[in-house]
């Protein structure tokens, strides 16, 4: 099985900063990746998809990058409503695989 | 506007048995494949089980075949989640998301519901 690994696991940042997420896959896994976005109490938010795609009506400071074995999710001009878990997940034929999460605090 | 509404969340015995529904609407139901997602209390998500648009075709996270089935019903636009043999590690918000396009099956998940509270205890 394909196992999918985020980091940092927690990362403090300033308003306006720019963020780098990174999630690894234990094989190649082509640009089938997606980012979620989960804040306190509620569903996850759906942002990027084939690695780099945004999402419709996702803000434009979202970005993913990424192939093979190393994604990145960057928010460019971090904001308060920013603060959130985020989420990447591998999907190939009929199954997905989430990462552990990546927790943005703002400091 | 997609709504995703998740009922059937209890309190239940180790060993016992739930069926989860989630109610659809705002979208062509029968169009998309389904799928339902968990989260256990404080943990991060993970992939259950997902169900082709015309419900011929399901997958299962490795761990819960057999334990779990996933159905739909297109005529009320209902999804379904049995599950049975329940244990206290099956503790989780089950959450019923909606794939992104058509003709793909648990790929990209754009709406989800509020979640379903199962907890597993004695």
Redesign the interface.
Known sequence: ?IQMTQSPSTLSASVGDRVTITCRASQSIGVWL?W?Q?KPGK????LI?RASTL?SGVPSRFSGSGSGTEFTLTISGLQPDDSA?Y?C?H?FG????????TRVEIK | EVQLLESGGALVQPGGSLRLSCAASGFPFSAYAMNWVRQAPGKGLEWVSSIRNDGGRTSYADALKGQFTISRDNSNNTLYLQMNSLRAEDTAVYYCAKERSRGTMADNFDSWGQGALVTVSS
């Open positions: 099985d997606a979620y989960q569903a996850p938010n759906f998809y999402e878990i989420y997940q999907y009929d199954s997905a695989t989430f990462g552990q999460g």
